[in-house]
């Protein structure tokens, strides 16, 4: 479920490094990480690529049973199962809502939280309340023609803004369906998610899939201890910009947590 790799155990200042954990989006899974992974742990980071029940290696899971909770779940048995503690907890677009809803049970072993292009509820809210109401009807209308009512087919890797040729064709071959309760559960307290360091980053260069950002943008401006970011890359930042990306996030590991 976890993917790690030590950092260098013999050198005392890559022990003192925090590990991350990098949770996918929809219709992804931890192999989406892959390049930015590479980066982090090249420069010493510990570093843990779990795939959500349903998604990615996991896909022969998938059922309309699989809600909000159980992904909630699988985050929490990574930091429980790998003894994880003192991560940089990072979320892409839907892992927002996962990750938000696990800090409850995991805030006390995240250094700081990083939503890339990630959604930031408030406690009852399902992540259909926060898209616009044009992305929630072409969701359930989409669920009903294409997914028998219950889950999201895969999509074109362009609507992330994957347009490389090659790396369209590397995200289509692996892209799965997504279930769609995940998407219309409410997540539960949110309020460690809420009053912990973090960062947003928007990613900035235009993609069909566009989240929300006035509610961080507004948290930031309020919160001494949240960040609002900007990074030059499509939505799927982490396959077409993972270098970049990778540097944004070992700033958010170095940042003073209190």
């Not at 993917?3 to 192999?31: I, K, Q, T, Y």
């Not at 290696?57 to 059922?63: F, K, P, Q, W």
């Not at 930031?120 to 294409?146: H, K, N």
């Not at 799927?236 to 990778?246: E, N, R, S, V």
Request: charged share 25%.
């Amino acid at each position: 479920m976890a993917d790690l790799l030590p950092a260098g155990s013999e050198d005392p200042e890559n022990r003192a490094l925090s590990p991350f954990v990098l949770l996918h989006g929809g219709r992804h899974g931890g192999w989406c990480w892959k390049r930015t992974a590479a980066r982090l742990r090249s420069a010493g980071h510990a570093v843990y690529t779990p795939t959500l029940t349903g998604l990615g290696e996991r896909s022969h899971l998938l059922s309309p049973a699989i809600g909000l909770d159980t992904h909630i779940q699988d985050l929490v048995g990574v930091f429980g199962y790998e003894d994880v503690d003192d991560a940089v907890l990072v979320a892409h677009s839907y892992g927002g809502m996962v990750a938000c809803g696990a800090m409850e049970r995991v805030a006390d072993r995240v250094r700081a939280l990083v939503l890339v292009d990630g959604y930031l509820p408030r406690a009852g809210e399902s992540m259909m309340d926060l898209v616009d109401p044009a992305t929630a009807e072409y969701t359930m209308d989409l669920a009903a023609r294409d997914g028998e009512g219950w889950f999201l087919p895969p999509t074109d890797a362009a609507v992330w803004g994957v347009t490389d040729p090659a790396d369209n064709a590397w995200v289509n071959g692996k892209t799965t369906a997504h279930p769609l309760k995940t998407y219309r559960d409410p997540v539960g307290p949110t309020d460690r998610a809420w009053a912990h360091p973090g960062v947003f980053i928007e990613c900035l260069v235009p993609a069909a899939i566009r989240v929300p950002t006035a509610r961080p943008r507004e948290r930031a401006a309020v919160d001494r201890r949240f960040r609002y970011w900007t990074l030059e890359a499509p939505h799927d930042a982490m396959i077409t910009a993972p270098h970049a990306l990778a540097e944004k996030l070992r700033a958010a590991s170095r940042l003073d947590p209190r």
